[in-house]
């Protein structure tokens, strides 16, 4: 059972919004209590539909939203020879010392070499490989500049479109980001949102407060125009101020804000009670269309993406390369003898010089769809959702076919809320805030380096 | 009848420039009005990609 912050535990049972949405034929379909009516919403064709509640369940009313072209099959797992996608996890080590971190201990610090980092490069290269996604990963990603430089250079002078993402802490040197921002990358920097509530959850190996150079990275992207977004882990804590943060981040130019409820095994952590989750993540999206800030949440990520599975990288369309020599599905599982070593689908043999990959364990995770949960048949969310995490799955209820609850709720609630917010955007002739990640990965997408020849 | 009510759709064009503008299919006399997402994403996005998020999964 998560332990949940005190300040955060609802004095009433809040009313359940979602309780009587559903699955119209594999669309959300959500009430709309302000205009007593249903929302039908539609990511095939991008298409809402408004409809009265006396006709809903009419046979008549499927075959006019068919004639409208409103459903859609949910995207199964693919992978095409012409993309590659690769993390590199640079190192485990780190100058801070978050509070929720869940990267290997200090004990075990290892850092990639150039020289494998290439041949991790090599290997995912084939003659068919047209582009190339690299993400740069920690730890912190750039206590290792000189293999993140190496692999830049490398993939560089291949003859391929490359695209370069780094999710970083943002307490890197001034020389160091402007050398990223020159290769065009795209960023993903920490930020918990306000300093008081950053500096307690996110301080420096020294102990100091973190906040302030974060924020210098931050100002020096916006000066450069660079793509990038803020990344909050949200406590039972933490919560409580991201109204607040939103503004924080408004006024030092951040354009795309994404957060995420955290998931720690430090029992110190409190989470906060879905309810106040949930209420407060709908002050700070009422917030964000204000400042006409995009936001990215897990609940509404994929809401122009449905699909069957819930992530590509558990999926196995992406993989991720762990210092150790590990192949990993999953960027909390770092190395070889992690506790979750079902995602760990590989290894390198050094004295192969070869990559040996374990099928069986490919196959588990394979086999985690959302199609095989019953509990979620009916469920709006359920080709957003496409039925959760299954690492958090595996924590809460010990098995990856499991529903996590706490999330379940948030994002029944969330997608609801997201719905009809998108209905009211549209009536003002506004992009909602929600498509976020659509718009991040479409903007990013495009920055491809050519070859330098 | 449905067919030729889609034949008909009547499509609404905001002239207030205050508004991105977006077409409004209405088809009321069934109870149901559709409106249309892609005109107004189109203000921020000529073309969208849809392909499922592939690095920035719930966690990062």
Redesign the interface.
């Known amino acids: 059972m998560r332990p949940v912050a005190p300040e955060t535990r609802p004095s009433f049972l809040m009313q359940e919004s979602f309780a009587i949405d559903f699955l119209y034929f594999g669309l959300p379909c959500i009430w709309n209590e302000a205009i007593d009516k249903y929302l039908i919403f539609s990511p095939y064709r991008l298409k809402i539909a408004t409809v009265n509640p006396d006709i809903i369940h009419s046979d008549d009313t499927r075959k006019k939203l068919a004639q409208l072209d409103f459903f859609g099959v949910p995207a199964k797992p693919s992978k095409s020879e012409k993309i590659v996608k690769i993390g590199l996890i640079l190192t485990t080590d780190c100058n801070l010392r978050c509070k929720y971190c869940f990267v290997v201990p200090q004990a075990r610090i290892r850092y990639m070499t150039p020289e494998y980092a290439i041949r991790i490069i090599k290997e995912k290269i084939t003659p068919e490989v047209e582009e190339i996604y690299l993400t740069f990963f920690g730890g912190e990603p750039t206590l290792n500049m000189e293999t993140l430089k190496a692999s830049v250079e490398y993939v560089q002078n291949i003859g391929v479109k490359a695209n370069f993402i780094i999710n970083t802490n943002g307490t890197l040197s001034n020389h160091d980001l402007d050398y990223l921002i020159e290769e065009n990358f795209t960023f993903v920097v920490s930020s918990d949102g306000v300093p008081k509530i950053n500096d307690k959850q996110r301080p420096m190996l020294s102990g100091v407060k973190s906040s302030e150079e974060i924020e210098q990275t931050i100002r020096r992207l916006v000066e450069t125009n660079a793509l990038f977004k803020v990344r909050a882990t949200v406590t039972g804590k933490s919560i409580l101020y991201l109204k607040e943060s939103i503004g924080y981040w408004d006024s030092l130019g951040v354009k795309f804000a994404h957060f995420e409820p955290v998931a720690s095994s430090n029992k110190e952590i409190k989470y906060p009670s879905q309810e106040i989750y949930v209420e407060q993540v709908v002050g700070a999206l009422d917030e964000a269309e204000k400042v006409e800030m995009w936001i990215i949440s897990s609940p509404f990520m994929n809401l122009l993406t449905p699909s069957t599975y819930f992530c590509t990288t558990v999926a196995g369309e992406d993989e991720l390369y762990t210092p150790d020599g590990s192949i990993s599905l999953c960027y909390r599982v770092q190395e070889y003898d992690h506790p979750f070593k079902d995602f760990i689908i590989g290894k390198y043999d050094v004295n192969m010089d070869s990559f040996n990959k374990y099928s069986d364990r490919i196959n588990l995770l394979k086999k985690i769809d959302v199609s095989t949960k019953s509990n979620c048949n009916n469920c709006a969310a359920k080709y957003i959702c496409s039925g959760g995490c299954p690492l958090r799955n595996k924590v809460e209820t010990g098995s990856y076919m499991g529903i996590d609850g706490w999330m379940c709720y948030i994002k029944k609630a969330l997608v609801h809320d997201a719905i009809i917010r998108i209905d009211r955007a549209l009536d003002k002739g506004q992009v909602p805030i929600i498509f976020g990640e659509s718009i991040f990965e479409n903007l990013s997408r495009k920055r491809f380096i050519k070859k330098r020849r | 009848m ?2 030729k009510s ?1 034949h008909n759709q009547q499509v609404e064009k ?1 002239e ?1 420039n ?5 077409g409004k ?1 209405k ?1 009321e006399e ?9 005109q ?2 189109k ?3 000529p ?14």
């Open positions: 449905f067919n889609v905001k207030d205050n508004l991105r503008g977006y299919i088809v069934q109870g149901i009005e559709v409106k249309d997402i892609k107004v994403l203000s921020v996005l073309e969208l990609k849809r392909e499922k998020i592939s690095r920035s999964e719930s966690c990062f």
